[in-house]
């Protein structure tokens, strides 16, 4: 006996529903889709399809109009009901093109009068599937882009007088206008994403998106997907299409951030995509062919990490065209002023302080600071000094303790009252936590922020150290 509801499950391109109570011309419209390469799911009639809409993840519907109990315009409305953006296409007889143009009207996505040859009815299947993916794909650009915008603040907020920093603006004027790829090194916090970011700017893909992926970040599995994308139930979650950032970077600019920790099998699929410049989609077989110009960032030894066994030598070799090595802070230290000056302006209203300047002795410790965290570092030493400062100027007293001592080369004034170390440490650990509970106004997640710690971390501190509400 044949089941009401029935599917093809080979593996496919796209979910297509076809809601016809015609039995023949049901089967012959899901044969068509499914030599298309499609999943094919059938429904004899409008209730029995909106059921299976709501459990599938369908791409596109094909309707008939005239139908027993729920007719074709009623199943449109159902369906856009559950998903607004659902494409629906309508199924009409002769006599019924004018009532087809009204549900086009209502939100219907397109109709085809039967009888209907194999060919017409393919062309509209494509057209429909084009149209949904050129409407994901705008959807995902948006996701990425916006993500960007949320932390991107441009050229010009790279900040350096010093020579070293303007030998770097000369080199990326230069390497802007090729389409090689780049190599960023530089420790952490030296702004290597700005820079990757004025190069894209700079070039004639600046018009194009500019896309990253911290690599570092995400476990092997999560980054194939998110670089390549992954075709709908290549795994568990997997409940449609989704676009990887190689496809939303196309014609534009791919920054691979933390590229030093990519595993063996991502770079071998990294160096295909370099090569040849296509690639397929976790749990796809069709070929993607993208036009990507590639930037890499790190802070590890490539070069070391390849004569160790880590990294592959062809893959450096074509991330390795042109090199760039960003100085770290020690080294351009004449930048430390504007910088300060930048972040004082930058961070004032975030952390709603009255400071406008920095006094001599203070920016004198900054100025002795070894700065491993480089600009990234000062700029969080500037903001927890804002949250501390009383007066509209930062002084010594409210730098953290390892930059207030720095000018004199005592990072800390160890008491001798006979202490054991470990008491020393932890109290100072409960004055430093202290400082920017209140600095915060109590509010937890600040404080952790403000002293670089997770926020499960601080509540056990808390505790520890009898620290509540009552010290505010």
Known sequence: MRSEITEHVEESMANILIIEDNETLRDGISQVVHRMGHKAYTAPGGVVGVELFKRRSIDFTISDLKMDGMNGLQVMQAIRGEDPDALVMIITAHGTIETAVEAMKDGAFDFITKPFPPDV???KVQKALEVREQRERLLQENEYLRKDAATDEGFE???GQSAPMQKTFNLVRKVACA???VYIYGESGTGKELIARAI????????QPFVRVN??????SLL???LFGHEKGAFTGAVKRRLGRFEVADKGTLLLDEIGDISPNIQLKLLRVLQEREFERVGGTDTVRVDVRVICATNKDLAGEVAAGNFREDLFYRLHIIPIILPPLRERREDIPPLVEHFIKKLAMRTRSDVTSISPEALKSLMA???PGNVRELENIIEQSLVFAEGEAIEV????TQVSGAQSGDHLNVPDDGRALPEILEDLERQLILRAFRGAKGIKTETARLLGIKTSALYYKLEKYAIDDNVL
């Open 157 to 159: 907020a790279i900040i």
């Open 224 to 226: 194939e997907s998110e």
């Open 369 to 371: 600071y070894a700065w």
């Open 397 to 400: 007293g409210d730098l953290p």
């Open 179 to 181: 389409d090689s790829s």
């Open 200 to 207: 894209h700017d700079a070039s004639p893909r600046a018009k």
């Open 215 to 220: 690599c570092g970040a995400l476990a092997e």
């Open 121 to 123: 009815l393919r062309l």
